[in-house]
């Protein structure tokens, strides 16, 4: 019984994490797609090009948590028992993303897939919908979890600034 316990509490520690990683998908995403920052002012380089990197590299993250990847990671499975997915837009862009983020090689050059706005538009559409799907499923405590850590990431900060995710649908 202790031992499901410590379980239960680590895994709704971890939900300020996910929360957290979700929170930076949305805003890169958005920003990725409308080229501007939280206060509307567009990019300029090579700002739009890090920008890019953060949203491939927050796809990533995300996939790899609804696919239950990498048995040390915290996994979607964890909160909504034996949780399945597939993503295939995210699988047709994996290995494009991944050479654009984590390998410098001579494979960039053989036959290059570029990842067009319509690729970003349609990533960020099916892990958003991924998201829905999971926070549907969530039971509880996990639901009430979630919910409370997207309302702390949406509030103003302690100094009373306003969160840059306050535009931004975490739900």
Not at 128 to 153: G, M, N, S
Request: some cysteine; proline content about 6%; glycine content about 2%.
């Amino acid at each position: 019984m202790a031992l499901l316990k410590n379980l239960l509490a680590k895994r709704l520690l971890a939900v300020h994490h996910i929360v957290h990683e979700y929170a930076n998908f949305v805003s890169s995403a958005e920003m990725v797609l409308t080229g501007r920052d939280t206060e509307g002012n567009y990019f300029k380089p090579p700002i739009n090009t890090h920008i890019s990197h953060a949203f491939y590299l927050n796809c990533r993250k995300l996939a790899d948590f609804f696919e239950n990847k990498d048995s040390d990671c915290i996994k979607a499975d964890h909160y909504v028992a034996s949780y399945k997915t597939t993503l295939p837009v995210f699988e047709q862009w994996r290995k494009p993303i991944n050479r654009q983020l984590a390998h410098v090689t001579y494979a960039r050059d053989k036959a290059p897939k570029e990842i067009t706005q319509q690729a970003q538009e349609a990533l960020y559409q099916e892990l958003k919908d991924r998201w829905q799907q999971f926070r549907k499923a969530l039971p509880q405590p996990y639901a009430t979890e979630f919910t409370k850590k997207v309302a702390e990431r949406k509030a103003p900060h302690p100094n009373g600034e306003p969160s840059e995710f306050r535009r931004y649908d975490l739900d």
